[in-house]
């Protein structure tokens, strides 16, 4: 993505002239290049892993309401560890949560593959697991997120959000693709029992190793950081700062409510083999479809950035979003499945870029791990703990009922939010000192309310 030139005002910081204004300028960084590739290989493992997982409790359980339980108990972790996590990615070394984060998170996929060569049938030994591997996510998450601009040059971060996107969901295409394949590799002999789930979690476990193993070799530029000791106040300042900048929350809640209605990733192995009756491997096409359609509009963010209008661009797409959600519930033909999911995923990566950006750039370096925390959490919301709201409400009104019903409430929440966030819906360009001006300015010494 073209990257606007910095002007020579004293203070600014220049980008290297062979990088600036190009659209591959955040890959002029080491540290940018090697994150990517560990970035890819983990979400390629975890994606892999995440399809496992929940074809394992279906064929346990053949119920729409245990695979809602695995979204929630990914999500719980998130509202015990939202403040500590935050503050510690604002005090501590952000690198080496991450490190640690996903040592805890690669013991649980070993014990994962234990689980299932022994051939388990206990599915809350498995919502144990993944209740350890969210406390993981819970710290790892507002950490990462923080350490992203330290990792590239000033004036490149617009740019490295935009190819982090297109690797993020080149990850995504590939790793329920990856995650079917693997479930359908023929072993004979003594290695039939490594068949399907077993050797899915030797690939994660392999590509969370490589993950820590590139990490440990980043070296992210210093910044401020905050220095407090934790506290009450201190640890809340992040949901403060959220809760007075209407632009930060605008477009986070609408993200969460909309992801939360019209998200239907966790029913996808009901519609697979009950509706449109194509086994483990139509699974991992279909999980690989909204992906597909959020790399098809990474690369072309890449090429022709947006300009002007965001904030109307994002309601657009929050639109588009619902309907397309709409039409994969009422759907019962594959291909159609899958053009559905393809506009799912390519207008929701919209409002995720938009999100994302307007969250690193609209706050202080100082307060990002903690605003980033509240984000995870807004996030687990939508994500982990709409799996849960997809597995409950199916069970209540049918699997399509549900989907469809969900993606109406989505529309109407996009309706409202127009409405109710001017300033979200007025945002113009996505730089720093746009969406900083834009947002109040935060005294963190006040005292909590």
């Known amino acids: 993505m073209a990257t606007a030139q910095l002007s020579e005002a004293?203070?600014?910081?220049?980008?290297?002239?062979?990088?600036?204004?190009?659209?591959g300028a955040a890959f002029s960084s080491r540290n940018f290049r090697r994150y990517q590739i560990a970035r890819l290989l983990v979400i390629l493992g975890a994606e892999a892993q995440s399809l496992a997982v929940a074809w394992q409790i279906?064929?346990?359980?053949?119920?729409?309401?245990?695979?809602?339980?695995?979204?929630?108990?990914?999500?719980?972790p998130g509202?015990?560890?939202?403040?500590?996590?935050?503050?510690?990615?604002?005090r501590y070394d952000r690198k080496r949560i991450?490190?640690?984060?996903?040592?805890?998170?690669?013991?649980?996929?070993?014990v994962l593959l234990w689980l299932s060569l022994r051939g388990t049938h206990h599915v809350l030994w498995v919502y144990a697991i993944l209740f350890a591997i969210g406390s993981g996510r819970a710290f790892s998450g507002p950490a990462s997120s923080a350490i992203q601009p330290q990792l590239v040059p000033k004036g490149a971060f617009v740019n490295a959000m935009t190819w982090g996107s297109a690797i993020f969901q080149t990850a995504n295409?590939?790793?329920?693709?990856?995650?079917?394949?693997?479930?359908?590799?023929?072993?004979?002999?003594?290695?039939?029992?490594?068949?399907?789930?077993?050797?899915?979690?030797?690939v994660t476990l392999a590509t969370m190793l490589s993950f820590i193993g590139l990490v440990s070799t980043l070296r992210p530029r210093a910044e401020k950081t905050d220095s407090k000791a934790f506290s009450v106040s201190t640890m809340l300042a992040g949901s403060r700062y959220v809760r007075q900048a209407k632009l930060l929350l605008g477009s986070i809640s609408l993200d969460m409510f909309a992801v939360l209605l019209g998200g239907a990733v966790s029913l996808m192995p009901i519609f697979a083999q009950d509706i449109l009756h194509a086994g483990p491997r139509g699974l991992g096409i279909l999980r690989a479809a909204p992906a597909l359609g959020a790399l098809t509009i990474s690369l072309y963010l890449a090429r022709r950035p947006l300009k002007h209008h965001a904030g109307k661009i994002m309601l657009v797409a929050v639109g588009v979003f619902s309907v397309a959600t709409i039409g994969f519930g009422l759907s019962k033909s594959l291909p159609l499945s899958l053009l559905a999911l393809f506009f799912f995923g390519a207008s929701d990566n919209v409002c995720v870029f938009i999100r994302?950006?307007?969250?690193?750039?609209?706050?202080?370096?100082?307060?990002?791990?903690?605003?980033s925390a509240i984000n995870w959490l807004f996030l687990g919301a939508s994500n982990e703990f709409g799996e849960y709201e997809s597995g409950l409400t199916a069970h209540w009104f049918g699997t399509v009922r549900a989907v469809v019903y969900g993606g109406i409430g989505s529309l109407m929440v996009t309706g409202l939010w127009s409405v109710f966030f001017p300033t979200l819906r007025d945002v113009d360009t996505l730089d720093a000192e746009s969406l900083i001006a834009a947002n109040p300015t935060f005294d963190e010494s006040e005292p909590v309310d």
């Not at 346990?60 to 809602?68: E, P, Q």
Request: glycine share 12%; hydrophobic share 45%.
């Open 173 to 202: 295409i590939m790793g329920p693709a990856l995650g079917g394949l693997l479930f359908a590799v023929p072993l004979s002999g003594a290695a039939a029992r490594w068949s399907g789930a077993p050797l899915v979690y030797v």
């Open 356 to 371: 994302q950006t307007i969250l690193q750039l609209g706050t202080p370096p100082e307060m990002r791990g903690r605003v």
């Open 58 to 76: 279906y064929q346990i359980t053949h119920s729409a309401l245990y695979l809602g339980y695995t979204g929630l108990a990914l999500f719980l």
């Open 10 to 23: 004293p203070g600014r910081q220049r980008l290297p002239l062979d990088s600036e204004g190009k659209e």
């Open 98 to 110: 991450i490190l640690i984060c996903y040592m805890v998170q690669a013991f649980c996929t070993g």
């Open 79 to 90: 509202i015990f560890f939202v403040l500590p996590a935050g503050h510690a990615a604002d």
